[in-house]
């Protein structure tokens, strides 16, 4: 368990966030004999191949065989910088007391210290450990912790890196499961936090998956 968190998260947020998780439609089930859609599953979005971003990630994590049910979300965060990259939000994690570095497991680059759209894959997701990027570890243990770089309380995030978001989410989905949910950080802690930043365009990344 991380000592410090990086950034504070409620419990409050969590058991929200993952009350839904696990809640199924038991009275639907009992009167269909086909399972239907409900309004709590996310659309089905296919990938379109060849991948433009995602493919390494792809390629690395379907090696990683994660059993399902591993991971139960994926938190949208910003970097709150126009600058960086894994590599220095690993070394400014761990100057923050943060033994295992880089809070997230993905960083996606806006072209300033990394490629525009670049997808860097952080340590925590090559060994599967929690992230650190929210405050609540209950949080941390089931969420995969994506950080665009920039601060998009001031600028919107590159057509590149939204891209490679929207592949990177898909790519996620298809190995892991379409019940992975995507929620920004300040959505799993109301009030707490602006991350990831008034222009981020959440609205837009849940028409393709809510
Ligand atoms: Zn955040």
Redesign the pocket.
Known sequence: MERRAF?SQGLVGAAVLLGPLTHATAAAAATTPARRPTRTEPPAVRLKRPLRYAATVHEVTRRLRIPRGRWHCM????S?LNTGNATTYDRAHRRRGMENGLAYHFVIGNGVDSRDGHIEIGQRWLRQINGG??QSEQLNEVAI?L?LVGNFEQTRPTPRQLAATLELIGCLRELLGPRLRLV???EAHPGH?R??GRYFPMDHLRQFYG
Do not use: A
């Not at 938190?75 to 910003?78: A, N, S, T």
């Open positions: 950034l938190i949208c965060h910003h709150g990027h929210v912790g950080c920004s950080h300040t936090t991350c990831p």
